[in-house]
């Protein structure tokens, strides 16, 4: 029996940094945030993965829509051995650039698309070195507001000078695997 391919795109996220990413790559697609409720384990990958198809699935389930193919993403930051999460507040923000100052971390963004097909998921990893920061970039940078809706406190495209090296795919550092995204989605869209 061939599956049909799904005729219309939902991203399950308001995300500005993914939404950019998917319009920039050109696909065509519509928004419905998704409802579910973020569960963190030990396991970064774990935590990524089980958020991302969780949000995926939601969405799907509330559309009930056959023909939609629904895209769900999910990026954590682990540094020695614990998950730093959205900063609750400006000090919170400050104490996780602190603790990010002068040292290597991973950024793990999973992605899940829900369609008729069924559940298809994975992952992509980064390694992130953050230059040492000064009490001074630290406080301009929450000041301007840009770390407070971000994993781990910080953009690596907000346009402060807070990283060293990185490895891996800038997209997923932002918050989503462009090139393993596409992959996936151009299997399961109609073109």
Do not use: C
């Amino acid at each position: 029996m061939e599956i049909i391919k799904a005729q219309r795109l939902i991203l399950a996220s308001n995300s500005p940094r993914r939404k950019f990413i998917m319009q920039n790559a050109g696909y065509k697609f519509d928004i419905v945030v998704s409802e579910f409720a973020e569960r963190t384990s030990s396991d970064p990958v774990e935590t990524a993965v089980n958020n991302a198809e969780g949000k995926a699935l939601d969405v799907w389930n509330r559309l009930g829509d056959e023909k939609a193919a629904v895209l769900g993403a999910d990026t954590v930051v682990f540094l020695e051995k614990r998950i730093l999460g959205k900063p609750a507040d400006a000090q919170d923000a400050k104490k996780m650039l602190r603790e990010l100052s002068g040292k290597t971390h991973r950024v793990i963004t999973a992605y899940a698309v829900a369609w008729a097909g069924g559940l298809n998921s994975g992952y992509s990893v980064s390694e992130v070195t953050f230059k040492g920061l000064s009490d001074k970039l630290i406080e301009d940078y929450v000041a301007s507001g840009l770390p407070l809706d971000k994993a781990g406190a910080y953009g690596i495209q907000d346009g402060f000078p807070l990283v060293d090296t990185y490895t891996g795919s800038i997209d997923n550092i932002i918050g989503l695997p462009l090139s393993d995204v596409r992959k996936l989605l151009d299997g399961i869209l109609k073109k």
